[in-house]
């Protein structure tokens, strides 16, 4: 076979992604997949009953408008639209009080004013704050690192005094931010329940700026789903990566990326070697490009021992269920909302992740809820609900928090009892909610690696978004950006920075980089190797 300009393993949306920005360079691009069919984590099927539309992994996606990367490919043009919900996101509490985000700010003041009339104005004053700020901040969250132009642009914004302020509250835990910043628990339950779509607690540093960053975007552009379902957004980049001369090749797993004189030049696949004339972009983890994918010679001693001290994201629990009716939440706001936080207060999200941070099975899971129907009416037939709820769990469970069950996930009581956990927590909020369970399709974090080698155990993010390992330490020491030390070969996963979320900006930097990389980007190399140190 003939040499491509470009291979890309894995046809993730960070794959995907990388590819179209290269096709439209004018690169002839292969996208490797192992699975039999794209898309990585954004697919959906029936998998719980006839009719029923399940998002098999991620499922709302405001990184994917929120920022450039994604909306700036025109999918919409490719056959993708969007759909929102009445109401973005609920946070009931059992004593029947309900915190509520919405696109309409005035629906979301009123609602945490009733925790507190004062929060209000203090809700309104950070949605100000994020509207003066998003244009830089998102662009300089998204971009390798240092964000030059957009961090200028961020820093003149700011200003010295201010910029200093904000740069602490980007270390704040949502607990301290809401204790400074509010007076009534309903903001303070927007923030933390968006901070545990990743696996920072309400304690953990830096989890203010992740609950807001959510929470702020839900505020202004929702939480959209692709209408006919996850997969209706991986099908749209295929599309206009095949419009663009790039090509999709499903059930091809790569083995090994090949190097030759310390520069990627292919891979081999199926016993075939395909060749690479201009990069190899991978998008895959870190620990897998490293130590899975390259030969253990050309990995410096240095760079394999902080792979070994990669730190993954909490393991994961996901059921479907194809519903009867609606979910008979005891609260009616809670109807309208498209994703559902189920954690109680503050103080239950803590004790939550305290037992994760333990390793133990959470006696009252936080779940993340999806009332998928109620977001899009394609979803499921007319007067039922395609639902799901995911929640954070260890990988090796070492004990059970409420002292009931024992063993790991392999163990099918624990599978049973904490399947029996999830849908009690949720009858605790909706009364009858059993009753209207017509199939369930059930993943736990060996399944869900199963179908995505990327989700090691189950981990969505690609590695976890404590301040430990973002910035200059994703996903290791260096220099936070995706050029490896080897020339021509690119990091283009979650596990590169900016990290997890469905927003493409990590296959677009390794895109980037990749067309820079034998101009300007030799002295990214260079320093690249510096750091990562010498080889064998």
């Given at each position: 076979m003939s040499a491509v300009d470009a291979i890309v393993i894995g046809s993730g949306p960070n794959g995907l992604v990388a590819a179209n920005l290269l096709a439209d360079a004018g690169w002839e691009v292969l996208v490797l997949e192992a699975q039999d069919a794209p898309g990585g984590a954004v697919k959906?099927?029936?998998?719980?009953?006839?009719?029923f539309v399940s998002d098999l992994f991620s499922s709302f996606y405001p990184l994917a408008v929120g920022s450039s990367v994604l909306r700036d490919l025109h999918l919409e043009g490719h056959g993708l639209s969007w759909c929102h919900a009445p109401s973005v996101l609920a946070h009931p509490l059992l004593d029947g009080r309900t915190a509520l985000l919405s696109r309409d700010l005035a629906t979301t003041s009123r609602s945490v004013a009733e925790f507190d009339s004062r929060d209000a104005a203090a809700w309104q004053g950070e949605v100000s704050r994020w509207q003066d700020l998003a244009p830089w901040l998102v662009q300089t969250l998204m971009t390798p690192f240092p964000p030059l132009r957009a961090g200028v642009g961020l820093a003149r914004r700011l200003g010295v005094r201010d910029g200093l302020r904000f740069a602490r509250f980007a270390t704040l835990s949502v607990r301290r931010f809401a204790l400074e910043s509010f007076h009534g628990q309903g903001a303070a339950l927007l923030l933390a329940g968006n901070a545990l779509h990743t696996d920072l607690g309400p304690e953990a540093a830096g989890s203010a700026v992740f609950g807001w960053l959510l929470a702020m975007l839900g505020q202004t552009v929702g939480f959209p789903v692709p209408a006919g379902g996850a997969g209706a957004l991986s099908a749209a980049l295929v599309r206009r990566l095949q419009s663009a001369g790039g090509r999709v090749q499903c059930g091809s797993p790569v083995s090994q990326v090949l190097v030759r004189d310390g520069r990627a030049i292919g891979v081999?696949?199926?016993?075939?070697?395909?060749?690479?004339?201009?990069?190899?972009?991978?998008?895959?983890?870190?620990?897998?490009?490293?130590?899975?994918?390259?030969?253990?010679?050309?990995?410096?001693?240095?760079?394999?021992?902080?792979?070994?001290?990669?730190?993954?994201?909490?393991?994961?629990?996901?059921?479907?269920?194809?519903?009867?009716?609606?979910?008979?939440?005891?609260?009616?706001?809670?109807?309208?909302?498209?994703?559902?936080?189920?954690?109680?207060?503050?103080?239950d999200m803590s004790r939550f992740a305290h037992s994760l941070a333990l390793g133990l099975l959470p006696a009252e899971p936080f779940l993340l809820f999806g009332q998928m129907t109620t977001a899009d009416p394609s979803r499921s037939p007319a007067g039922t609900e395609s639902a799901w709820a995911y929640t954070h769990v260890p990988a090796r469970p070492r004990g059970d928090s409420a002292g009931v069950l024992s063993?790991?996930?392999?163990?099918?009581?624990?599978?049973?009892?904490?399947?029996?956990?999830?849908?009690?927590?949720?009858?605790?909020?909706?009364?009858?909610?059993?009753?209207?369970v017509m199939g369930r399709h059930i993943a736990f974090p060996a399944d869900l690696e199963?179908?995505?080698?990327?989700?090691?155990?189950?981990?969505?993010?690609?590695?976890?978004?404590?301040?430990?390992?973002?910035?200059?330490?994703?996903?290791?020491?260096?220099?936070?950006?995706?050029?490896?030390?080897?020339?021509?070969l690119f990091l283009a996963s979650a596990s590169a920075h900016p990290g997890g979320g469905v927003h493409g900006a990590c296959g677009a930097n390794a895109a980037r980089a990749a067309m820079r990389s034998r101009t300007s980007g030799r002295l990214a190399l260079a320093a690249t190797r510096a750091l990562a140190g010498p080889t064998q």
């Open positions: 959906s099927a029936e998998v719980t009953a006839t009719g081999r696949c199926g016993g075939e070697t395909l060749r690479a004339g201009r990069a190899v972009l991978a998008d895959v983890s870190a620990p897998a490009l490293y130590l899975d994918l390259l030969d253990g010679g050309l990995v410096p001693a240095r760079l394999r021992g902080d792979l070994e001290r990669f730190a993954w994201d909490d393991a994961t629990v996901k059921v479907d269920w194809a519903l009867s009716g609606p979910v008979p939440w005891t609260n009616t706001d809670v109807a309208g909302a498209g994703t559902v936080h189920l954690g109680g207060g503050l103080d063993g790991g996930w392999g163990e099918p009581t624990v599978r049973r009892g904490f399947l029996d956990r999830i849908e009690a927590r949720v009858e605790q909020f909706a009364p009858g909610f059993r009753d209207l199963a179908a995505n080698a990327n989700l090691v155990d189950g981990c969505l993010n690609g590695g976890t978004s404590d301040l430990y390992q973002q910035l200059i330490f994703r996903p290791t020491p260096g220099l936070g950006r995706p050029e490896t030390h080897i020339a021509g």
